[in-house]
Structures are given as C-alpha cells and as structure tokens.
C-alpha cells in the first residue's frame, strides 16, 4: 500500500514537472503594433499573415518609429515602467546610437582600433589602412581649434564637408574649401555647432566612384537579431544612388556632390532623370565589373561587409556593458534626449533592429566608406528600385521575430534561429556563437586599382585578403580620376522655384536614353 502511494505521489511529482516545461512556442501570435506610423511595413505585415493590434499586451512585435516613442506611448503615467514581457520584442537597442550617431561612431571605431591594431599589424601600418569611415574632426576645445588650423593650414587641396548631427535628406550639408575652412576656425560663432553636437565636421571625400561620370553611393541593409550572442543577417539586394549631374571639383553643388536623392528632386530636369538615379545591384555589378574587372564587384561587397563587422565589434561591447561608454565633453553627453523625466530604456522585452549602411566608394581604390548607419530610413517602394529591397527586408524581420520569440518561449539559445529559419534574400553576416563571420573571399580575385605609382594601391592591400590588385592609370585623368577636359564649361544648374515644386505630381515617365550618360550597360534600370 505504502508502495502504491508513494508511486502515485512520484507520478503527481512528475506530471506537476511536466506541466511547468516551457511551451514550444506553438501558441505565439502573430501580432505587431505599430507605434509613430509605419504605414508600408503594417502593409507588408498584415500580407504576410500578421495581424495589428493596439492593445500592447497582446503584440508579439513592437514598432516604434522614433525612439522617443518609448516614453510617450510605452512608460506608466508616472514614466517609471512598462509593461512588456520577455515574450514581446521591440526594434530598439539600448545604445544602438553610438554606431547610428555620425559623431559617435568615429570615436569608438578608434578606440576599437587603438585596442585592437598593433596585435595584427605593425603600428605604421594601422594608421592607412582604419579608414572605415570619413575622418570625423571634432571640436572638443579650443585646443583642437588650434591644432586643426596648424594640420590643415599647408593642405590646401583638403576640403572639409560640415552636416547636421540629425540631418536627413541632404538638408543643411556645406563643403568648405581650404580658405573657407580656415576662416571658420577663427571664428567661435561658426564652429560652436560643433562643439555642442549640433554639427559634425569630416574630410570631404574627394574621390568617389563614378557611374558615367556622375558621383555614387551604395547601400546595404542588414538586421540585427541579438548582441548576446551577435547574431546578424544582411540582405542579398543593394540600393544604388545617382547624382543628377556630372561630378567635379569645382564650387559646391548638391546636384553634383550631395548623393541623396532629396537633395536632387529640386532639380529642373529631374522628371527626366529620376529613373536613372537608383540603380539595381545587377546593374552596378555589371557595370563595376565590366570597368574594374571580374573580381570588382565582390571584393567591395566583401569589405563592405566586413565594415558592418568591424563596426559591431567596436560598439557592442559598450551595448552588453561590458566597456564603458567614452567619457565625452558634456555638451556631447551619450544618448538620445528623451522626454524630460523619462527614466533610461529598461525593458523586459527582446530587441531587434533593422539598419541600412551607406558606402561611398573610392575610386582608386574600391574600398568602401561608410557614411552613416540610418535606423530610420525610408520605405517607400511600390514606384522605385527599393520594391525589390523592401518588402523581403520587413517581411523577413518578422519571420525572424516570431522564430526568436518561439524560442525564448521554448527556453531555446536565440543562435539556433540561424538553422530553423531562411527568409528569402536574407544571408547570415555574423553568428557569434558558432565564430561565424562572412567578410572575407574564399579565393583570389583580380581587379583593377588606379594610381600612378601603385602606392595607394598597396596601401589598401589588407593582409587577410588574397586579392591582386593591377594599377590602372589613365593618362588622360588627373589625380582624383577625372576626365581631364580643359574646353568644358561649368552648367549653371537649373533650380526649381517654389511654385513649380509645389506642381510637381511626381508622376512616373519613360526611363531617357542612357546613351547621354556613357555605354549601355544596364540591363534592367527600374523606376524610383
């Protein structure tokens, strides 16, 4: 008798066990809420059998369009506490400003490299070949005002490209040449936007690959899934922009100098042009390869990715706390402002984070630049090259969502997404727990470097890379790579007035002939 209880007991023990394991994940929804307006991405959700809810407690995923969103929709009436659950993600990482933030990412790039440069290479080496993104010259004190004029005063081919902190969509960007830049040293009026943040300051990059002569920039879109361990995928299309007018060097333009396509829909003939100024990946592949050689395309696809890596490496540690943020004047205090009283994001809730990188290319060298990482970028597609980039991007983030969400709910390692789940044009870059990295070639890949020595050439030759670089020097182009043409004159551009904008109904026409722009070789341009 005293057997059979004590078996009924063990079998209670048992079952009471069994009950508490946790779930499989089956009985996750798929539900999101949209906070701030995400108008494309609710589209592409909810045609991917996702279901919007505005109750918070009830969304597997959480979308906050400004970070600020975090205080006025998510903090308790008292901005002391929300209410999410470990069974909720959101598209927000703590910290992910200092890799978003254009003044910060400099600083922790070098600090990154301080650490980490002599273990593989020697010390003069490391100063040519960290240049993964433009050159930030902060101005943290009178000091550096001192030092800068003294750098640059016998430079006088540099130019210096001043931009809002927070700027979007061209706006607000000047490039100084060498006399102005002095000028707005002497005078603390002009460069206090500096000193407090509000602006940066970088060395104008002054030789971009050109596409049929105009001025081009590259981006790639890529998700961050977890810090601990990093887990991070990228997407398989790219975004390529145009400028609308041939690039030079002459006075500022933005027609000419400013790669974003905001800045050049004031443009008179953009109607005209609109649709040659985003360009498919196959397009630029084409193009690259057919001018550079057959291994172009893919040694700057591999060190764009591998300055995705090298940023990461630099900032996450800080994110997991396990370095310290750097210590900064206090007019440059880390973090984004939030509401006032708002207490620091704490959350129980997962994140995860979608970023687009955008690379200028070096024209001599193929190496890329990364110009910023934007976290709020835009989304529109239906009338534009992004129709092949955006729908698989948003729809795969919620794939990975609901997987990632399963597996906390199952008490699974978030690194076993990586073998559960493929969305469509998603690649894994980085799986920390297995020591996966994807940024290196497998094989030797020749293309073509210009410079009229080889010395710049050999400068970039990373030693990890088994890339043969051949020199490629014109000599009908000058030093930057132009086309030298003494007879050419400078176009006055043509500017929209307020009222022709306010006319402009955007429609969609047929593509101009690219004859006008060089050889044909795009094979399938699409519309903006």
Not at 73 to 84: G, P
Not at 132 to 149: A, K
Request: charged fraction near 30%; aromatic fraction near 12%.
């Amino acid at each position: 008798m005293r057997i059979n209880n004590l078996l009924t007991t063990c079998l209670l023990v048992l079952l009471a066990l069994c009950t508490t394991i946790p779930s499989n994940g089956d009985d996750v929804e798929k539900t999101f809420c949209s906070i701030g307006g995400a108008y494309t991405a609710e589209e592409l959700w909810e045609s991917h059998g996702w279901t919007q809810s505005f109750d918070l407690q009830k969304c597997t995923f959480i979308w906050l369009n400004l970070v600020e969103d975090y205080c006025t929709e998510l903090m308790d009436k008292k901005m002391e506490r929300n209410f999410l659950t470990s069974r909720q993600m959101v598209n927000f990482f703590q910290g992910e400003d200092i890799f978003v933030d254009k003044g910060l990412l400099p600083r922790y790039l070098k600090r990154y490299e301080q650490k980490v440069c002599p273990k593989y290479l020697k010390a003069d080496e490391c100063v040519e070949t960290w240049d993964v993104v433009p050159e930030l010259l902060p101005i943290d004190s009178e000091r550096d005002v001192h030092e800068l004029e003294q750098r640059f005063i016998e430079e006088k081919d540099t130019k210096i490209i001043l931009k809002p902190s927070d700027g979007a969509g061209g706006s607000g960007v000047k490039v100084l040449q060498h006399d102005e830049f002095i000028q707005f040293l002497h005078s603390p009026k002009e460069y206090e936007g500096v000193m407090i943040g509000e602006d940066i300051m970088q060395v104008y990059f002054q030789t971009p690959y050109l596409l049929h002569n105009h001025k081009s920039e590259v981006a790639l879109y890529w998700t961050l899934v977890s810090i601990d361990p990093l887990i991070v995928y990228y997407l398989d299309e790219w975004q390529i922009r145009r400028n609308a007018e041939p690039f030079d060097h002459g006075q500022f333009n933005p027609y000419k100098h400013v790669t974003n396509i905001d800045a050049q829909k004031s443009h008179k003939k953009y109607k005209e042009l609109k649709k040659s100024l985003k360009w498919r990946m196959q397009d630029y592949k084409e193009y690259i390869n057919t001018d550079r050689g057959s291994g172009a395309f893919e040694y700057l696809f591999s060190q764009m990715k591998r300055s995705i890596v090298r940023v990461l490496n630099a900032t996450v540690p800080t994110m997991k706390g396990e370095e310290p943020y750097i210590d900064l004047p206090e007019s440059l205090l880390l973090g984004y402002y939030l509401e006032e009283g708002c207490s620091p994001w704490k959350s129980n809730a997962f994140s995860i984070g979608t970023y687009r990188s955008d690379f200028m290319v070096d024209e001599l060298t193929l190496r890329p630049i990364m110009t910023e990482v934007q976290s709020n970028f835009g989304a529109g597609y239906k009338t534009s090259a992004k129709k092949y980039i955006i729908p698989p991007l948003f729809r795969g983030m919620v794939d990975i969502v609901h997987e990632v969400t399963h597996l906390r709910s199952a008490g699974r390692p978030v690194n076993e997404v990586v073998n559960n789940i493929s969305p469509a044009h998603f690649h894994l870059l980085i799986n920390e727990a297995d020591d996966f990295y994807d940024d290196k070639i497998k094989k030797n890949r020749n293309f073509k470097c210009k410079s009229t020595d080889g010395i710049r050439c050999d400068k970039y030759k990373d030693p990890e890379y088994t890339v043969e670089i051949k020199n490629k020097f014109d000599e009908n182009t000058n030093m930057f790579g132009d086309i030298v043409d003494n007879e050419k004159k400078e176009e006055t551009p043509q500017i929209l007035t307020e009222r022709e904008l306010m006319n402009d109904d955007n429609e969609d026409i047929t593509p101009p002939s690219f004859t006008e722009f060089g050889s044909g070789v795009l094979s399938s341009m699409d519309e903006l």
